[in-house]
Every structure is written in structure tokens, then in C-alpha cells.
């Protein structure tokens, strides 16, 4: 089994996306609605949609008091941490990857509603009904022997799993939290299988509906708007907090309801030949896309 990091945030976005198929969650419900503690410092104007289509506007979050697991690994412990989170923009305002923020939330939106530890909740939900039996999210400490896992490693020190990020996600204890937003462990058969009833209307290979048909397209559907941009540069190893300026280039960021949905051509990069090695803005195409990659 291996850490699939952010396909973790599929998983438990397609849960979310059951609750709002089951009339249970409104996208115009502010998050407020269902955890009341969370509406501090004008989080209460955070809805639903902010939060599946990453607009809430807490994306860096500051560091919490404790451990990982003081933190997140109770419903008070989270609670308790989204009350310090301020505001880094008006929700829905702007666009920016929340890596780890928003899940955390989403897990705690279905604890309240289904009066279930969301794991369980997700288990039962969607990973049973798709037979996956080795995906794995927050196995006790205990029953990790019982698997063999991959260790998170990296090609070079500073590459962009360097030596202290691999040491954390590596250990029983992070394993064991299951962190909604990165922390799926699972087999490459398992995750094809979890991405083929989005491929197939909702229809579980083998048999079995885990959403309807009409659910995905509405959840692949774009909800950002011409506000909702990203900037397309790899800031320099030398200098890794480089703020972007207006010559970055600019991404249209085409959401849907947890997913990223397919481009058009706003934006087209084309290599001119196999020879040229193209760098935009400091990213290196070829190393990030392939020789001949457009």
C-alpha cells in the first residue's frame, strides 16, 4: 500500500457529494449551519460551496496547540482548532488550493451528521460498496502489521518530500488519524476502482450505485469564476516563498465540487522543438510534462 496524498480528497469529497444527494447538505448551507463553533472571525460567511470548491479562504491556516492527533483527532480537538482560524480573504472572493484545511472540516460536517466517526461513515458508504478492501484511512496502530506499507521517500534532499515531511507521514500515529485531505493509503488496483463509478455514472464495477448519474454531472460542473485564477511558476529551490507577481502566469482554476475539471485551450505551452529545453516562469516543462508535451 502507498500514501496517495490528495486522492484522498476525492474519496472524501464523494462522501460529501452523497450527503448533498441525500437532501442532508444545501451548497448555500453556511458550514456555520451544521458546526456552529467554526463562525469566528467572519468564518461564519464560509458556505458549503466555498468549501468544496476551495473559495473558503483559510488555506494556511495558522500552526495549532498540540500534536496532530490533539488537534484533529476528536471532534473537540478540531472544533477547538477551526475557532482560532481567521480569514486570509472575503470567502469566495479569491481561489487557492487549501491542502489540508478544508477536508478537516468537511470530515467534521459529516461526523454531525450521520452520528458517526467519519471513517466509519466513509467505509460503509462508499469504500465497502466499491470493494475496497485495502483502502485504508486511519487504520489503528495495531492492525497496521498487518499490511505493508511503502514508505513515502524522495529522489534528492530537496526535492519536494525532503527528509522531515517524510518522517512524519511514515509514522503509525499520522497513519492511524487518516487525514481526510492526504491520507488514503490504498493499492493502485483500489484506486482505479475508486474513480470508476465517476467514470460510469455512479455504477460500481461489479454491480452496485454508489451516486446517481445526474449527482456527478452536477459535482463536475464549474462553480469558479473569472475571480478564481491561480499563478503557473516553480518558485526557485533558493528561494521557495517567492510571492507571485502579475508576469507569472495566470491559470484559470476550473472547479467543481472537490475536483479540478478539464482545461480548455486558454492556455497552451508548446515546446518548439526536442532540443529547446522551454522553462516558463521557472517551471521546466519537459521536467514536469514529458519531452514533446504541449
Request: aromatic fraction near 10%.
Amino acid at each position: 500500500l502507498f500514501t496517495i496524498f490528495s486522492a484522498t480528497k476525492t474519496s472524501v469529497g464523494v462522501v460529501m457529494w452523497q450527503l448533498i444527494e441525500d437532501g442532508r447538505i444545501e451548497l448555500s448551507d453556511p458550514v456555520s449551519k451544521y458546526i456552529p463553533e467554526f463562525a469566528t472571525y467572519g468564518k461564519e460567511r464560509v458556505l458549503i460551496l466555498h468549501l468544496l470548491n476551495f473559495t473558503a479562504g483559510f488555506p494556511n491556516p495558522p500552526p495549532g496547540q498540540g500534536s496532530l492527533v490533539e488537534q484533529y483527532g476528536t471532534s473537540a480537538g478540531r472544533t477547538a482548532t477551526f475557532a482560532r482560524w481567521p480569514l486570509e480573504w472575503e470567502p469566495g472572493s479569491e481561489w487557492q488550493y487549501h491542502p489540508g484545511s478544508a477536508h478537516w472540516v468537511m470530515a467534521e460536517i459529516i461526523e454531525r451528521l450521520t452520528d458517526m466517526d467519519w471513517r466509519d461513515y466513509m467505509r460503509s458508504r462508499l469504500l465497502d460498496p466499491c470493494g475496497l478492501s485495502n483502502y485504508l484511512l486511519g487504520p489503528r496502530a495495531e492492525h497496521q502489521d498487518d499490511y505493508r506499507f511503502v514508505d513515502l521517500c524522495s529522489r534528492s534532499a530537496a526535492g519536494r518530500f525532503g527528509p522531515a515531511v517524510q518522517a512524519m507521514w511514515n509514522t503509525s500515529e499520522v497513519r492511524a488519524l487518516g487525514m481526510p485531505a492526504g491520507g488514503g493509503c490504498t493499492s493502485a488496483a483500489d484506486l482505479a476502482l475508486l474513480y470508476q463509478p465517476l467514470l460510469n455514472g455512479g455504477q460500481v464495477y461489479g454491480g452496485g450505485q454508489i451516486l446517481r448519474s445526474e449527482t456527478i454531472a452536477r459535482a463536475t460542473t464549474q462553480t469558479t469564476d473569472s475571480r478564481h485564477f491561480a499563478y503557473l511558476f516553480a518558485p526557485p529551490a533558493e528561494n521557495p516563498n517567492r510571492i507571485p507577481t502579475d508576469s507569472d502566469t495566470r491559470v484559470p482554476k476550473l472547479r467543481g465540487w472537490v475536483v479540478e475539471l478539464m482545461g480548455d485551450d486558454t492556455l497552451t505551452l508548446t515546446f518548439e522543438d526536442d532540443t529547446n529545453s522551454s522553462v516558463v516562469n521557472g517551471l521546466d516543462l519537459k521536467a514536469a510534462f514529458g519531452e514533446g508535451a504541449e
